[in-house]
């Protein structure tokens, strides 16, 4: 099975800061990653997947990249409302563990 | 607009049985593979089932297979997840998800819905 973690699975920040969270695959994924934002008490909602491809409404200040075992989400200017659990999901293979354990995205 | 709904989630006692559905509209229901995902309280997510277009081809994690069933009716534009023999672990948020891209069982997930909570305790 691949199996993804995520790094760190904490991070505080601020408004206006650039952060990156990194996604790594065990096995290569080509580029079948996607990532996902979920607020307290809500759906996950998808923000990019094929590694690199903003979803339709997404904000420009996400973005993507990587290949194979190692990717990242970055987020350009941290804004209030980004603040959520980020998880990455590899959709290349079927896999017992799909999603990466997630990261917690704090205000410093 | 696309809407996920589901509904059935429940308090029930260990090793019993429930039947989650998830009612979607706006968009052609038929032609999508679909999934059931859930998210124990305080933790990650877990993809648990997938369910091809047609309902021919399923697919299930092995925390859930043999006790857990999904299944689709495209004439009401439904989907459902039966579950049996339910344990503690068990208790989650289960989400229905519309996949994309899918190969082999394996999409990304495009709409949630909001979830129904799965509670197991005696």
């Known amino acids: 099975d691949i199996q993804m973690t995520q790094s760190p699975s904490t991070l505080s920040a601020s408004v206006g800061d650039r952060v990156t969270i990194t996604c790594r695959a065990s096995q290569s994924i080509s580029n079948w990653l996607a990532w996902y934002q979920q607020k307290s008490g809500k759906a996950p909602k998808l923000l990019i997947y094929?590694?690199?491809t903003l979803e339709s409404g997404v904000p420009s200040r996400f973005s993507g990249s990587g290949f194979e075992t190692d990717f990242t989400l970055t987020i350009s200017s941290l804004q209030p409302d980004d603040f959520a659990t980020y998880y990455c999901?590899?959709?290349?293979?079927?896999?017992?563990?799909?999603f990466g354990q997630g990261t917690k995205l704090e205000i410093k | 607009e696309v809407r996920l709904v589901e509904s059935g989630g429940d308090l029930v006692q260990p090793g019993e049985s429930l039947r989650l559905s998830c009612a979607v509209s706006g968009f052609t229901f038929s032609v999508y593979e679909m999934n059931w995902v859930r998210q124990a309280p305080g933790k990650g997510l877990e993809w648990i089932s997938y369910?091809?277009?047609?309902?021919?081809?399923?697919y299930y994690a092995d925390s859930v297979k043999g006790r857990f069933t999904i299944s689709r009716d495209n004439s009401k534009e439904s989907l459902y997840l039966q579950m049996n023999s339910l344990r503690g672990e068990d208790t989650a948020v289960y989400y229905c998800a519309r996949g994309r891209a899918c190969t082999g069982g394996a999409c990304f997930y495009d709409y949630w819905g909001q979830g129904t909570l799965v509670t197991v305790s005696s």
């Open positions: 094929k590694a690199s």
């Open positions: 369910i091809e277009s047609g309902g021919g081809t399923t």
């Open positions: 999901q590899q959709y290349g293979s079927y896999s017992r563990y799909t």
